[in-house]
T-cell receptor
Framework: GAGVSQTPSNKVTEKGKYVELRCDPI?????LYWYRQSLGQGPEFLIY????????DSGLPNDRFFAVRPEGSVSTLKIQRTERGDSAVYLC???????????FGEGSRLTVL | AQTVTQSQPEMSVQEAETVTLSCTYD???????LFWYKQPPSRQMILVIR??????QNATENRFSVNFQKAAKSFSLKISDSQLGDTAMYFC????????????????FGKGTKLSVIP
């Protein structure tokens, strides 16, 4: 596609539920990133994929968070047993080869009640 | 680890005037990139301007320019002839230079400055 696409745009869920957030990167971009932006804060790094593999998952806060990218394009961020503190905007970005510029999607706003 | 500090949570400017947003950072790296991103209510982070640390010349992009002071680890953004469409959150960000080309190119962001352009 022309840009990074994220779905859903907004997600409201109850504490304890499981959620999936999807990211469709720019076609041909091998690098994909997930960031979390809490209210009033800048985005914080969660995980980075190069192709199908997670090259750096040091930003994932705990084992309730998991992300996959099975075919090297679309990625899904999965959050188990959601907590109110997980409420945030989850941003996805992709990057083409041999360039330092990240292109961001419009994010998925997650609200945990 | 790198840190990025934006000390101005909110700023306002009259339309057509000039405003400067501040950013300082801390790093032990010698080669890196610095960015200013704009985030309107749509939430999408839009790249405004980019500076390579090895370049002494300050980057400019139309009405946007930076004042990069490497020794002071300062990277401010100047917006000239402010327009209503400039109203947004502005984030300063740091990226370590990846010599091998195989690095993560991970961004570290500040907390942002909310800019309001007043008609």
């Amino acid at each position: 596609g022309a840009g990074v696409s994220q779905t859903p745009s907004n997600k409201v869920t109850e504490k304890g539920k499981y959620v999936e957030l999807r990211c469709d990167p720019i076609s041909g971009h091998t690098a994909l990133y997930w960031y979390r932006q809490s209210l009033g804060q800048g985005p914080e790094f969660l995980i980075y994929f190069q192709g199908t593999g997670a090259a750096d998952d040091s930003g994932l806060p705990n084992d309730r968070f998991f992300a996959v990218r099975p075919e090297g394009s679309v990625s899904t961020l999965k959050i188990q047993r959601t907590e109110r503190g997980d409420s945030a905007v989850y941003l996805c970005a992709s990057r083409g080869p041999n360039t330092g510029e990240l292109f961001f999607g419009e994010g998925s706003r997650l609200t945990v009640l | 680890a790198q840190t990025v500090t934006q000390s101005q949570p909110e700023m306002s400017v009259q339309e057509a005037e000039t405003v400067t947003l501040s950013c300082t950072y801390d790093t032990s790296e010698n080669n890196y990139y610095l960015f200013w991103y704009k985030q309107p209510p749509s939430r999408q982070m839009i790249l405004v301007i980019r500076q390579e640390a090895y370049k002494q010349q300050n980057a400019t992009e139309n009405r946007f320019s930076v004042n990069f002071q490497k020794a002071a680890k300062s990277f401010s953004l100047k917006i000239s002839d402010s327009q209503l469409g400039d109203t947004a959150m502005y984030f300063c960000a740091f990226m370590k230079h990846e010599y091998s080309g195989a690095g993560s190119y991970q961004l570290t962001f500040g907390k942002g400055t909310k800019l309001s352009v007043i008609p």
